[in-house]
Every structure is written in C-alpha cells, then in structure tokens.
C-alpha cells in the first residue's frame, strides 16, 4: 500500500480478554517497528523487527506482549489478558532499511485500544 | 538510560513568527528524529540526523553532538503548524529502540 496501515483503528475490550493489532507496512520495508503512546505521553518502544526477525524486543513490559511477523511484511502485536493499563494508542511504523537514511520511518495512524 | 528533554512543553506563537524548539539528550546517540504529530495521532517525521543542519521548506534542524543537544525551527509559521513535535534519539545497535520526549505542542495562532 502507500502508507503504512494499521487495524483495527480502535478497539474496545474488557479486562481480561485477548486483542491483536495489525501493521502492514509499506512494500518492501524491512524494518517495522512498534510503539506505545499513553494520554500525554511521548511514544515509548515496544519491539522492532528486521525481516521476519525480532531484533530488539527488550520494550515489550511484560510476557503478556508478543508479535510476531512471520513473512516479514504483515505483523500482529498480540497483548493476552488485558489490564486497564494497557489502554493506549499502539503505533506501528516501517523503514527501508534499519541505519542511515534508510531508517527514516514512516508511521501508520494508530489502533486505540481501550480496556475497560 | 538515556533521558530526552523537550523544551518548551507549550509554545503560543502568532502567525509569521520565528520559532526555536528545543530537545536535549543525556547519553551519546547515533540519530535524532524530530516528529510532527497532529491531533487524532498520525505522526509525520521531519528529519533524521546525524550531524549538522537540514533544512526542509520553512523547517530547519540542527544538532551539535558535543553539547547533545539539538533544535528544530520553523520560519515564517503559520497556524497549519500547529502540532506536537517530538524528538527521539536513537542508538546504532538499535535503530528503532528509540528514546522519545515528551512532545512540545505549538499553537500558531491567525
């Protein structure tokens, strides 16, 4: 696609349930990432791959966030047994490449997930 | 840890005005990313550097590696600019494990 699409755009759930968020980013990046951005907070980083790889996971807070990408386009964040904390927008973004001008990132517009 | 600080939190400015925002970091980085991001979240980057200046349009940045400290400006602002800006640093191990501040909002008013 153009840009860099995420889904859903918001999610609402309660405590407890299971919820997984979509990136597809754009053709032919190979470096995606994730980020978390809690109400007037800058984003903080949860996990990026290169490829179908995850070569830093260390943002993720706890064993209850896993993504995977399996085909090195489309990832899936998945977040297991929510907790109203988890409740913020959850941002995706995709480079060309993971250093240099090839690491300029592009980002989707966000699923808004809030747990109630 | 490296810590990223943004000043100012707000900025009002009137339309044509000059504006400095500012970004200061605490721990040696290998590029700094400044963001524009509008209400309902979509985040744009602006410039990824390394060294130097870049300019784009009406909006330049700098950075001066031995002070860490880098700042984005905007000529000639109009209120279409209005809008959180956010810088990030980030490491060479890591590109995307960036360190984000908290955001500067901009106000331009007509």
């Known amino acids: 696609g153009a840009g860099v699409s995420q889904t859903p755009s918001n999610k609402v759930t309660e405590k407890g349930k299971y919820v997984e968020l979509r990136c597809d980013p754009i053709?032919?990046?190979?470096?995606l990432y994730w980020y978390r951005q809690s109400l007037g907070q800058g984003p903080e980083f949860l996990i990026y791959f290169q490829g179908t790889g995850a070569a830093d996971d260390s943002g993720l807070p706890n064993d209850r966030f896993f993504a995977v990408r399996p085909e090195g386009s489309v990832s899936t964040l998945k977040i297991q047994r929510t907790e109203r904390g988890d409740s913020a927008v959850y941002l995706c973004?995709?480079?060309?490449?993971?250093?240099?001008?090839?690491?300029?990132?592009?980002f989707g517009e966000g699923s808004r997930l809030t747990v109630l | 840890k490296n810590e990223v600080e943004q000043s100012p939190q707000n900025l009002t400015a009137q339309e044509g005005e000059f504006i400095t925002i500012n970004c200061s970091y605490s721990v040696g980085i290998s590029a700094l990313h400044w963001l524009q991001q509008h209400p309902g979240g979509g985040i744009v980057s602006l410039f990824m550097?390394?060294?130097g200046k870049k300019k784009h349009g009406r909006l330049i940045a700098t950075i001066n590696i031995q002070e860490k400290h880098s700042s984005l400006h905007i000529t000639a602002s109009h209120p279409r600019d209005s809008a959180v800006y956010i810088c990030?640093?980030?490491?060479?191990?890591?590109?995307?494990?960036?360190?984000f501040g908290k955001g500067t909002k901009l106000s331009v008013k007509p």
């Open positions: 973004a995709s480079s060309l490449g993971a250093s240099g001008r090839r690491g300029e990132l592009f």
């Open positions: 550097l390394s060294s």
């Open positions: 990030a640093t980030g490491f060479g191990g890591s590109q995307g494990n960036l360190i």
């Open positions: 053709s032919g990046h190979t470096a």
